[in-house]
């Protein structure tokens, strides 16, 4: 089996920082109430449905429906999506320049809604720009872990698995892939990915 000549990177927790709490410690003040709303309310598995393709419209009206008294707070969700993105992982940015720089082809997979990736992605054109393909599973309305998501991307990419080197922080994403025969990396930090690309002969 050859090495892997190409990367394809998860978004969230990889090259950003995401958390639910980023948006709403702006907009609850109470530390106790801040992790009850986010524990029974805007949870993630409730954001899951956004990944798999349900508009905001839909799961807000829902929600709402369930915690009426919450409803101002639900729905700041969809238009101030961009606040639970924090900023850059360390480190993460310099290795997405140095690979393109190598010439190593660059794709994504990544959970997120279709319609948050499109008022996000413009913010970051400089490192998304590096880029040759992004598969967005809001779009696709299939999500990581489902082996059907990794079909579709490599297809569309043009790779077979073992071409790749895929770098996820879900160990659950990680196994999905390396089940495939795709060389799965569970992120950590940049230092310990950039050490791992070194060995795969990808960086010097």
């Not at 000549?5 to 530390?31: C, H, M, Q, T």
């Not at 998304?128 to 991307?153: C, H, M, N, Q, T």
């Amino acid at each position: 089996m050859g090495k892997p000549k190409a990367v394809i990177f998860d978004v969230g927790n990889v090259l950003f920082s995401w958390d639910p709490r980023f948006l709403y410690e702006r907009l609850i003040e109470d530390d106790q109430a801040l992790d009850a709303f986010l524990k029974d309310v805007v949870t993630k598995e409730w954001h899951f449905q956004h990944d798999a393709g349900r508009p905001f419209a839909e799961t807000s009206a829902e929600l709402t429906a369930l915690y009426p008294h919450h409803g101002e707070l639900i729905a700041a969700w969809g238009p101030r999506f961009n606040e639970s993105v924090g900023p850059a992982i360390p480190g993460m940015a310099e290795i997405v320049e140095e690979l393109d720089g190598a010439r190593v082809p660059l794709f994504a997979i990544t959970n997120f809604s279709g319609e948050f990736w499109r008022e996000w992605v413009p913010n970051h054109r400089e490192l998304f720009d590096r880029f040759r393909d992004i598969v967005v599973s809001g779009d696709e309305k299939l999500v990581k872990p489902d082996p059907a998501i990794y079909r579709l991307a490599l297809d569309r990419f043009g790779l077979e698995a073992a071409d790749a080197v895929f770098v996820d922080d879900n160990a659950a994403n990680i196994g999905a892939a390396a089940s495939m025969g795709i060389h799965a990396v569970q992120f950590t930090d940049a230092a310990a990915f950039r050490a791992e690309l070194v060995s795969l002969g990808l960086l010097h």
